[in-house]
């Protein structure tokens, strides 16, 4: 979907069209006009299922995550930096590669793991990056990028990549041509604030963005961010890159969306008459 501003916009099939069944969500995505879609977890269903949904829908598939553990257990977050499990590392990665290719996605996310009680920062972090850079290399030449996303302490207690700093600085220590940022604006704001200079500075490592609105997570408009200067700061920089709606509709997937024309459109407005 573009937005009259020209951004494209993709549609969370985990967090949008809740309302139906997940396998009809992408029907539901192609008729509000979306043209991409996203999801954390493809696994619960084979690959080629999935495909052909995509092509019925005529959509593209942006991003998906790689294998992650149940909740509530030490791996639900992924074990890219637990001690010890550098082969399920290696075998959670094959798997995501694989149903990224299958899927056509553009992008497969690293999760980065939570903490476990006993390890300091600097080992589980040192484990982490080890694991990264054998899964950058693997990932090369598959047409997948990598990408490595900061989530906030309050929704994601533990979470080994805690600030967009700390994120960054491994995208650029392993090579932003096979790794990325992926940057959540929710994220972002909840954790850290500053929110305009922080996305100036990170555009150039940012490989896909995703979006809702504090305090609640819900659409764009709902809660505390001016999204028409974070719609033209990404103008600015001619960022060219996909959108995640990833955010929980307030009062139902399709009448949350007007955000788009309302709050898109401002972003263009604004533009037009800035000196």
């Known amino acids: 979907m573009r937005a009259p501003n020209g951004l494209r916009l993709d549609a969370n099939l985990?967090?949008?069209?809740?309302?139906?069944?997940?396998?009809?969500?992408?029907?539901?995505?192609?008729?509000?006009?979306?043209?991409?879609?996203?999801?954390a977890d493809p696994y619960p269903y084979p690959a080629p299922r999935l495909r052909r949904r995509l092509t019925d829908a005529g959509l593209h598939q942006v991003l998906i995550n790689a294998p992650m553990g149940e909740p509530g257990t030490p791996e639900q977050a992924g074990v890219a930096c637990l001690p010890g499990h550098a082969p399920r590392f290696r075998a959670d990665l094959e798997r995501g590669l694989d149903y990224a290719a299958?899927?056509?996605?553009?992008?497969?996310?690293v999760p980065g793991g939570i903490r476990p009680p006993g390890v300091d920062h600097d080992r589980a972090f040192a484990v982490f990056v080890a694991n990264l850079a054998w899964a950058v290399e693997r990932a090369r030449g598959t047409g997948v990028r990598l990408v490595l996303e900061a989530q906030n302490t309050r929704d994601a207690p533990g979470f080994l990549l805690d600030t967009q700093?700390?994120?960054?600085?491994?995208?650029?220590?392993?090579?932003?041509?096979?790794?990325?940022?992926?940057l959540d604006v929710y994220h972002l704001q909840?954790?850290?604030?500053d929110l305009v200079s922080t996305l100036?500075?990170?555009?150039?490592?940012?490989?896909h963005i995703q979006v809702a609105d504090p305090p609640d997570r819900t659409e764009p408009g709902s809660g505390e961010i001016a999204w028409p200067r974070v719609f033209d700061t990404l103008l600015d920089a001619s960022y060219a890159g996909w959108i995640g709606c990833e955010y929980r509709p307030a009062n139902g997937t399709a009448q949350g969306l007007s955000w788009i024309a309302e709050l898109a459109g401002t972003a263009t407005r604004a533009r037009a008459v800035a000196p």
């Open 14 to 39: 985990k967090w949008l069209f809740t309302e139906v069944p997940f396998e009809e969500r992408f029907d539901a995505a192609a008729a509000a006009g979306f043209t991409g879609v996203e999801y």
């Open 102 to 109: 299958e899927l056509g996605s553009d992008f497969l996310h």
């Open 165 to 182: 700093a700390r994120a960054a600085a491994v995208v650029e220590a392993l090579g932003p041509d096979g790794l990325g940022l992926l």
């Open 190 to 193: 909840v954790q850290e604030g």
């Open 200 to 207: 100036r500075a990170l555009l150039p490592v940012v490989g």
